[in-house]
């Protein structure tokens, strides 16, 4: 039984590599040509700091400073969110249902655009720079989002 078990979960495990290789060419075979096979990341990082401190605008432009344009200098954005989390900030006193400000959320937060070539030397420098976050801050985590992305850049020729 045991080993009608094992080749059970080979079969899946081979069954389920072939599904994802073939989403990957499905994929990829959807990309208009002219445009660049890539992949977008989105990670996203809470400011809360304790209980009555925040990630100041300046403490931020220092994290980039320092640890984004360092790894993806050549391009990224940066958006201004509101966000909610399953973890303390939204579950305070401070925060009780009828308190979320539903426009304000309940953290502020800074969502980091990324597009690049799929490589392990991206997966690398996002690995760092989340890291790096979780430490200088002191944060539970921070919300990664990655999605398959067909990238042209269209210039005035």
Same mark, same amino acid.
């Given at each position: +039984? &045991?080993?009608?078990? #094992?080749?059970?979960?080979?079969?899946?495990?081979?069954?389920? !590599?072939? !599904? &994802?290789?073939?989403?990957?060419?499905?994929?990829?075979?959807?990309?208009?040509?002219?445009?660049? /096979?890539?992949?977008?990341?989105?990670?996203?990082?809470?400011?809360?700091?304790? %209980?009555?401190?925040?990630?100041?605008? %300046?403490?931020?432009?220092?994290?980039?400073?320092?640890?984004?344009?360092?790894?993806?200098?050549?391009?990224?954005?940066?958006?201004?969110?509101?966000?909610?989390?399953?973890? /303390?900030?939204?579950? =305070?006193?401070?925060?009780?249902?009828?308190?979320?400000?539903?426009?304000?959320?309940? %953290?502020?937060? #800074? $969502? !980091?655009?990324?597009?690049?070539?799929?490589?392990?030397?991206? /997966?690398?420098? !996002?690995?760092? $720079?989340?890291?790096?976050? @979780? /430490?200088?801050?002191?944060? %539970?985590?921070? +919300?990664? =989002?990655?999605?398959?992305?067909?990238?042209?850049? @269209?210039?005035?020729?």
């Amino acid at each position: +039984m &045991i080993a009608g078990n #094992k080749a059970q979960r080979l079969a899946v495990a081979a069954l389920s !590599l072939g !599904l &994802i290789a073939s989403c990957d060419f499905e994929a990829s075979a959807t990309c208009p040509t002219g445009t660049l /096979e890539w992949t977008e990341t989105r990670l996203f990082f809470g400011r809360d700091i304790g %209980e009555t401190r925040e990630v100041s605008d %300046e403490q931020w432009r220092d994290f980039a400073v320092s640890e984004v344009i360092p790894r993806f200098g050549d391009g990224f954005t940066v958006l201004d969110a509101s966000g909610y989390w399953q973890g /303390e900030s939204c579950h =305070s006193p401070n925060h009780t249902a009828h308190h979320v400000n539903l426009d304000g959320g309940c %953290e502020k937060t #800074k $969502i !980091l655009l990324v597009q690049y070539a799929p490589s392990v030397e991206a /997966e690398t420098k !996002l690995q760092a $720079i989340t890291q790096a976050y @979780i /430490e200088r801050f002191d944060q %539970e985590a921070v +919300m990664r =989002s990655d999605t398959p992305a067909c990238t042209q850049f @269209i210039g005035n020729n």
